[in-house]
């Protein structure tokens, strides 16, 4: 869907919000519509994304790990190698810009894995401006190199021990952050989750993935992949790949966290197993109970772990455009080592759902096909979390 | 005429104002809910908001956020709601408002919850998240059987403010502060001069309640000086509920109840 109507992906989307913050998504939506078509905006943050955070990333023929499986060729998609480790720079840059040019002084944003948080720091680093992060508890536990990198970016992190104490918990505070304060700040939102204009907003800016996967595989075989793989947290890294190849032929796939099983409840499958509901400004789909309770999730790396998922994905997936799969923690593990030592590329835990899923994927598919795989990220941030999950379950 | 209305117009012939007070449902227990309620009603509260909890409150400051948590381990359950609004309406004709957030109405189906709620005695509904261009079914599953009391803020625009009031019945919520609910902050000069421009521009066509840090019986006479119709005192009550036992609540809610009523009296 080119630029939704209200904000809605069919039944998707909308804007829930209170109303202290109807002015703001106004502001930011007109905002938007005017920047993104603007000349000089756009060749500011083509210049970011060249020169600073290092685009366009190679699509890397994963040639070792291709013969392993023995099926279609697989291609990575290498977003890992950007600034930062992680696509997230792909929306910052593009945020953190236009807040520049709505003249607001004070960014907030939450994060799960860290990735966002300091992909936010790094863009308001660069562009002169100042931000605070809020995060989940016990993400800042999981995850605390990247807690470490936002303090020292500049950014201020501010822990949330409220309720689930993750990312859906961080979102919840840096809205009433922004309900708070609203006047000066600017809520850099970090997927394509959220109210109207936020999902159609994230997509954009992270559809330079798809743009440049496309090109490349242009290039080098004169086509389309036959599919395309992506891990599904929020769903922005996805989104980004998918949305330009919405229209083509080719397969698309989405991989949630099946985490330690669907059936043990303990996962963040939420397009797999959920239902509709609204939270966050959005109608989606929701892991919640019968009463209309958000349910606690479960995920090994913090970037899925959330409730919730980008109102287009529940569009395309109702209209059944995009697959979603789900992939458990152990075959994450699984798959974090396959690449690591075939490749010798250390994926991030979310990316490497993805990798999972392709595994499967591949083996299914004629050697003559090709499958892209977005790596979403680098595993730096994720070997103490792994090395942990190696002693607790004797595996190797 | 629904329960809301008239109690307006009841309040009006008396010259008085109202006092509308929320509390949430079992906090801590559902024991000192209905206690809670005896001491609202004996102390004079003109409407009563019952809240009822949600695992992600993103209008709520932390004493209402707290609550929920509390109340959702406690077990408060839907159906068990709704038996403890039968209770309470045989307790009292006072009109009753249920305060929640759009999923909880939306997991069930609108003209479904709405229907049960109207059944046990609800006479109206707030729901922080829900903005007018989401309302088409919540609105429609609403007429004729709750009110539906919507927000505004100061920063709303006067054409919004025309828009929310079309679709507004019982009173009109203007929320007193940029935060969340249970924020301190005093008395804003924003505050009063949104005051003014609604009162201006709704010509007294619905009465205008203000709501979101007013805790005290100095905050009600102030903001009544300037001639709202209503205010709505919250996390106040919550905090007080939090420190007194039992066998207390019913005598220290009335006699807090009290204190604020008084200044609704002009
Ligand atoms: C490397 C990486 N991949 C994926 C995600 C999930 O986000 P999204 O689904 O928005 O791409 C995250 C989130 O933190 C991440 O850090």
Redesign the pocket.
């Not at chain 1, 891990?231 to 996805?238: D, K, L, P, Q, R």
């Given at each position: 869907m080119k630029y939704p109507k209200g904000g809605r992906f069919g039944e998707f989307g909308g804007k829930y919000i209170p109303e202290t913050l109807v002015p703001a998504v106004q502001e930011l939506e007109e905002n938007y519509l005017k920047f993104k078509n603007d000349k000089i905006f756009k060749k500011e943050l083509d210049y970011y994304l060249k020169q600073y955070a290092g685009r366009p990333t190679p699509l890397y023929f994963a040639k070792n790990l291709t013969e392993k499986i023995g099926g279609a060729k697989i291609y990575l998609k290498r977003e890992d190698l950007l600034h930062g480790g992680?696509?997230?720079i792909n929306n910052t840059l593009g945020q953190a810009l236009l807040a520049k040019k709505m003249n607001k002084k004070r960014i907030i944003a939450e994060t799960?894995?860290g990735?966002?948080g300091v992909a936010t720091a790094m863009a308001c680093a660069a562009l002169g401006m100042k931000s605070e992060v809020y995060m989940g508890y016990k993400d800042t536990i999981r995850q605390k190199l990247n807690v470490f990198r936002m303090n020292m970016l500049g950014a201020k992190v501010h822990p949330v021990k409220l309720g689930s104490k993750t990312l859906k918990d961080a979102i919840n505070e840096a809205i009433r952050d922004w309900i708070t304060n609203v006047e000066n700040t600017y809520y850099l939102l970090g997927?394509?989750v959220g109210p109207h204009p936020y999902p159609v907003m994230v997509r954009d800016f992270q559809s330079v993935i798809g743009e440049e996967i496309k090109s490349q595989m242009k290039k080098l075989l004169n086509k389309n992949p036959d599919c395309v793989i992506a891990?599904?947290?929020?769903?922005?890294?996805?989104i980004g790949t998918f949305y330009p190849l919405i229209d083509s032929s080719t397969e698309i796939i989405g991989v949630e966290a099946a985490g330690k099983g669907i059936k043990s409840g303990l996962h963040s499958a939420t397009l797999s197993a959920g239902s509709k509901g609204v939270l966050h400004g959005m109608m989606t789909y929701l892991l919640q109970d019968k009463e209309g309770q958000i349910t606690e999730t479960h995920s090994i790396s913090a970037?899925?772990d959330y409730p919730g998922v980008g109102p287009e994905h529940s569009y395309l997936k109702d209209n059944k455009r995009v697959k979603y799969h789900s992939a458990t923690d152990s075959e994450v593990i699984d798959a974090f080592l396959l690449l690591t030592r075939t490749e010798g590329i250390i994926p991030?835990l979310?990316?490497a759902h993805a990798i999972a899923d392709a595994v499967k994927v591949a083996s299914n598919h004629k050697k003559s096909e090709s499958i892209v795989v977005t790596l979403?990220?680098r595993g730096d941030k994720d070997v103490e979390e792994v090395q942990n999950y190696l002693d607790k379950n004797v595996k190797n | 005429m629904s329960r809301i209305k008239e109690k307006f117009s009841e309040l009006a012939a008396k010259k008085e104002k109202a006092l509308i007070s929320y509390i949430m449902v079992g906090f801590p227990n559902e024991r000192a809910t209905l206690s809670a309620v005896k001491g609202l009603v004996k102390g004079g509260a003109d409407i009563i908001e019952l809240g009822f909890p949600f695992s992600d409150p993103l209008a709520d400051g932390p004493v209402i956020q707290n609550a929920s948590t509390v109340s959702l381990e406690k077990g408060t359950k839907i159906k068990k709601f709704f038996q403890l609004v039968k209770k309470i309406r045989k307790l009292t004709d006072t009109p009753l408002v249920l305060m929640t957030y759009t999923n909880i109405l939306y997991n069930k189906g609108y003209s479904n919850f709405i229907s049960e709620a109207k059944k046990a005695g609800i006479d109206g509904f707030i729901l922080p998240d829900m903005s007018i261009e989401e309302s088409k079914e919540y609105l429609k599953a609403a007429k004729g059987n709750t009110d539906t009391i919507f927000l505004i803020s100061p920063n709303t625009t006067k054409k919004r403010v025309k828009e929310i009031t079309k679709v507004t019945s019982g009173f009109l919520y203007l929320v007193a502060v940029y935060g969340t609910t249970g924020i301190k902050t005093g008395i804003k000069n924003y505050t009063l001069k949104a005051i003014k421009d609604v009162k201006k521009q709704t010509q007294g066509k619905i009465p205008i309640g203000v709501g979101f840090g007013v805790s005290t019986p100095e905050d009600v006479k102030k903001y009544i000086s300037v001639g709202v119709d209503a205010v709505i005192v919250g996390s106040a009550f919550l905090k007080l509920l939090e420190k007194t036992s039992q066998n207390q609540i019913e005598r220290k809610i009335t006699s807090f109840t009290k204190s604020l009523k008084k200044q609704t009296k002009i």
């Open positions: 992680a696509h997230k799960g894995a990735q966002h997927s394509a891990c599904v947290g929020g769903g922005s890294n996805a970037g899925l991030a979310e990316s979403s990220g | -």
